[in-house]
């Protein structure tokens, strides 16, 4: 079992992208900047955030985060995307989901600028995704293509079981590994909350990517010897024995799927990090692509 040690590659990918600020910054080009919109308190959101912070500041990015109230109304919301859409200085910029029930998530989304969107949701993207031109591609499974890449996992004809088909991670991830590309090439089946028989079909995987937010659901029983297994999900659950109250699962049982596994990503430490260097590499993207 080789761990798809998530960690160590996306420190890797963060350390390239420093070396081309630094190159930018000796040519006297622009310097990316990203910025991060966060409404509300919401736990998780300020965690993702902060690291995403965090992220700009060690590869070298300028990074602007806007905290607004819970209360935010939808329409000051969208003017503070307006202004970002605007501002010269910024090249990309994300909006930290879930929003607070009384904001229109959706319309948000369309908001933004599509050259700006760096996340990858807006329906441009999304659009260019599936016919397979530039774009952002959504950064968790752009995150995963990297992964599977660096570490040489065949999918070329390979059967790939997509679990969860939501449109930041299993969706756009069923279109990218049937395509022609490098982690591509696969035959793939998305399964979703009305799969049935959802076993059978995990048993004939070679490659397996648990996207539906259930701590440990996918179990050793329900994959075959020599998978590849990529484990997208994070929850929090609870655990008296941490200091913070709670521990972070993932969508697979370690335990008895590792095991059986050629290939596996740890939670945490697989493809969360994966996750904020792919936003990066977005946002060195958007900037690229402006100054040229
Ligand atoms: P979501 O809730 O939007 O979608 C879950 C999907 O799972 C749905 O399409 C649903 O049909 C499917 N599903 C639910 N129960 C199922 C079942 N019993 N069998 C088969 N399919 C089932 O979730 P999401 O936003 O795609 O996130 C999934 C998980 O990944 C969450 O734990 C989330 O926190 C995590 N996540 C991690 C990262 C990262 O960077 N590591 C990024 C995004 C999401």
């Not at 992964?147 to 069923?174: A, C, D, F, Q, W």
Request: hydrophobic share 40%; proline share 5%; with cysteine.
């Amino acid at each position: 079992m080789i761990l798809l040690d998530g960690k160590k590659t996306a420190a890797d990918l963060k350390q390239e992208i420093a070396l081309s600020v630094q190159k930018l910054k000796k040519q006297g080009k622009k310097i990316p900047h990203l910025a991060a919109v966060l409404v509300g308190e919401n736990g998780a959101s300020m965690t993702y955030v902060n690291a995403k912070v965090k992220a700009c500041e060690l590869v070298g990015f300028k990074s602007t985060l806007i905290k607004l109230p819970e209360d935010t109304t939808e329409e000051k919301l969208l003017q503070e995307i307006e202004t970002l859409n605007n501002n010269k200085n910024v090249d990309g910029f994300i909006v930290q989901l879930p929003l607070p029930k009384h904001i229109n998530e959706q319309k948000i989304v369309m908001a933004v600028n599509p050259d700006k969107d760096v996340d990858g949701f807006h329906p441009v993207n999304v659009g260019k995704m599936t016919l397979d031109l530039p774009c952002f591609l959504p950064a968790t499974p752009f995150g995963i293509l990297e992964l599977l890449e660096r570490y040489n996992v065949e999918t070329s004809g390979k059967n790939v079981v997509i679990i969860g088909r939501s449109h930041i991670v299993g969706r756009p991830m069923s279109i990218l590994m049937s395509q022609k590309r490098t982690a591509g090439n696969a035959t793939v089946t998305v399964a979703h909350s009305r799969t049935k028989n959802l076993k059978e079909i995990t048993l004939q995987a070679d490659i397996i990517v648990a996207a539906l937010g259930k701590p440990e659901f996918l179990t050793g029983a329900m994959v075959k010897n020599g998978v590849t297994i990529i484990d997208v999900g994070i929850t929090r659950v609870e655990d008296t024995t941490k200091k913070r109250g709670y521990r972070l699962a993932g969508d697979v049982h370690f335990e008895s799927v590792a095991p059986k596994s050629a290939f596996i990503t740890p939670v945490p430490g697989g493809v969360g990090p994966m996750t904020i260097a792919m936003l990066m590499k977005n946002t060195l993207l958007a900037c690229e692509r402006k100054e040229n």
